[in-house]
């Protein structure tokens, strides 16, 4: 039969490993403090037993055999917890209050069986013998009953508090166990949903701060990315269903009416050229919807290196520079030398030839475009600004949505993906993309976090 769940847990094996390794501990213990007490009382005994043999040699005065006899007797009447033992050299007891033993000098237990029927005797004697000059035999003992005693207490102390310790740490297991089962089966209930299509569902957190709250945060923050990234297909998905229809559906009309109208080789030529042309747009939008795609999945952030973006500006200023003045355009760069940031160098290279592309292609005549790069003690920043028409307000969130485009830029070539791809490529490299009004015309502003 299986055991409940709560004991099955590794929080419940890992409260057993801390018992048992807590019961060795108090094993040790216990072995220590039953040593270092019973030895102090053995010590304690053997002591008294030294001074009472010592004083009743003295009392006697060296009278012999005689003098020790009246000196035990009177002490067996006044200290009877004391045990006296004094036998002549054939082995008879001559005074005392304890049988007869085998003569041994020096310090000596007797066990029960060996001493006088006496209370203060139940737990055996321990004390010392000295063989007199003349043969005979004198012991001196006192009762062991309190070091037994001692040792019982000890023991028993020890056994009930580890006894205590244990059932206790086993019932903190199982609740901790039962509150961790709780947490658990609340993040795997909420993950059952997930998986049933409600990625809106979140783990709750706690706001104790502990490892479930950090794990639940983490988790979230995942979910929220791939919530994020399915949102994101599921745009894509809408924008090439809405956005792609009306080029698609132009394409086959075009193709529809050179069928049925042109008759020359010239006609249909021109036709299918124009049609070839057409496609090339769908398949660039397809190619930047794709890529788009990729980089919100952050898949290249893997390879991500220190990149020149100074000189990756000054390049990029240098190649418009053309472009810039065959449309009677000022493109000034003022770029701080020296500047590095970690990320994809071909990614960068793409953000910021959209932005300058933009600005060349949308803004008129006369107008100037400035590529800046500068740094403080917490950033890199830069910007790409025109002084031409600009966008209004509201539609400054607008422009970073796909195929989203003004309708002043809809009579110039592009397919409304250049600032989506933008955006996407800054929020990869953790950099902030501001639109904002450069009076006149647009700023368009990314910051980068400087390398630590």
Known sequence: MPLPRPLRTSSFRLTLLYVGVFAVSVLVLFGIVMVSATSFIARQI?????????????????????????????????SPGIFYLLQDP???????????????????????????ASRHAAGGIRGQGVVLPDGSYLFVGLSDFELGEMREAITRAFTIGLAATVLLAVAGGVAMSVAVLRRIEAISGISRGIMLGDLGQRIPLRGTGDEFDHLSASLNAMLDRIQGLMSGLQ??????????????TRLRQRLELARRREATVDGLQAAVDAAIEQTDAILDTF????????????????????????????E???????????????LVAAITPGLYVRGDRELLMLLYSN?????????????EIRVEASADP??????????????????????????????????????GLGLSLVNAIATLHGAGLTLADNQPGLRCQVDFSRPG
């Open 46 to 78: 053997d002591r008294t037993v030294a001074s009472e043999l010592a004083e009743v040699q003295a009392d006697a005065g060296g009278g012999g055999q005689a003098a020790l006899r009246s000196v035990i007797d009177g002490l067996t009447r006044k």
């Open 90 to 116: 054939a082995g008879t007891v001559v005074a005392g209050n304890m049988e007869a033993i085998r003569p041994q000098p020096g310090l000596r237990t007797l066990t029960r069986t060996r001493q006088a």
């Open 235 to 248: 745009q894509v998905s809408n924008d090439i269903a809405h956005d792609l229809r009306t080029p698609l």
């Open 287 to 314: 190619a930047a919807l794709l890529r788009i795609a990729q980089i919100e999945a952050g898949s290249r952030k893997s390879g991500f290196s220190a990149v020149d973006l100074s000189g990756l500006l000054a």
């Open 316 to 330: 990029l200023s240098e190649a418009y520079q053309v472009a810039a003045e065959e449309k009677g355009q000022v």
């Open 355 to 367: 932005l300058i592309d933009n600005a060349v292609r949308h803004a008129p005549a006369g107008t």
């Open 378 to 415: 917490a950033r890199v920043r830069t910007c790409v600004a025109d002084t031409g028409a600009g966008i209004p307000v509201a539609y400054r969130d607008k422009v970073l949505q796909r195929f989203f485009r003004l309708e002043a830029s809809r009579t110039t070539p592009g397919n």
